[in-house]
């Protein structure tokens, strides 16, 4: 795979040249476990309640003095805490949702608009009896006719205890279930960043090669000569051994010579 560095050469192989295609983040494999709804259920909330708590930081700090360092840098941080999990744990929520649609196993029972942003839309997904709030993609449109419906969310979790009563499981049961997805998601998008860092580069140096900047090497057609095989007779054989294999390979219509010997015999002298 080439890269930025490729770009110093001054020779290159066909074969290198080739234009890579982009990995898939649908061929992430989801986890069908037994209490899969319980467990997007728990990760809509926590991305619910880790969004509430983004937005309530966000306004603290905007009230905050420019002066007061300390405090807004401890503030910035949570921000980007619970700006970074909301962000998670709806990008699985989500994933899942759309793979269930796919297999039939939930249904878009509408469409909501966002509060503020009039071209955004998120779609009412209905799977085991809850209704999630999905951003709907042109897959999930174009599969599912868009239609608005009233719906009304319910209000974010104020505290994890409104979600399980105990915090510990909960986090750590959302982090084993985002942990797959999350390492998957991961080597996919770093690959992706390296096959389109490659494709720019094949761009580029077909541009130089057009330039007379560079040279593509021909791949050379020429094969090696086969070698003979050996021949595996031994010169110690018998010539007897010999004659007799010649006789068994020579032609149906080739008759072998018959050599008559002289026989002697002996004369009756008459008495």
């Known amino acids: 795979m080439l890269k930025r560095s490729s770009l110093e050469r001054k020779e290159f192989k066909q074969e290198e040249l080739t234009l890579m295609k982009k990995l898939d983040l649908n061929d ?22 880790n969004h509430a708590q983004f937005i309530e930081f966000s306004n603290k700090l905007g009230l905050m003095a420019e002066d007061n360092v300390e405090e807004r840098e401890e503030i910035n941080k949570k921000i980007k805490f619970y700006r970074n999990s909301a962000f998670e744990e709806n990008q699985i929520k989500d994933f899942y949702l759309k793979k269930l649609l796919d297999q039939g196993e939930a249904t878009v029972r509408g469409y909501i608009k966002h509060p503020i942003k009039q071209n955004t839309k998120y779609a009412v997904i209905s799977y085991h009896g809850y209704d999630f709030v999905s951003f709907a993609t042109p897959e999930i449109i174009e599969k599912s006719p868009l239609n608005f419906i009233d719906f009304v969310q319910i209000e974010a979790p104020k ?20 942990k797959p997805f999350k390492e998957q998601y991961k080597k996919i998008t770093s690959k992706n960043r ?12 077909y541009i130089k090669i057009k330039n007379k900047e560079a040279t593509l090497q021909k791949s050379t057609d020429s ?13 110690a054989v018998p010539v007897e051994m010999k004659q007799v294999a010649i006789q068994k390979n020579m032609a149906p219509q080739e008759k ?13 002298k008459e008495k």
């Open 28 to 49: 992430i494999e989801i986890i069908k476990s037994d209490n899969l709804a319980q467990l997007l259920i728990w990760t809509s909330e926590l991305a619910q309640h």
């Open 194 to 205: 390296e096959i389109k860092e490659h494709n720019a580069v094949v761009h580029e140096i």
């Open 223 to 235: 094969k090696p000569k086969e070698s003979s095989p050996k021949s595996t007779e031994n010169s």
């Open 159 to 178: 505290t994890l205890a409104d979600i399980h009563p105990d915090e510990a499981l909960l986090l750590s049961t959302i982090k084993d279930f985002i």
């Open 256 to 268: 072998p010579i018959t050599v008559i010997k002289k026989r002697k015999f002996a004369l009756n």
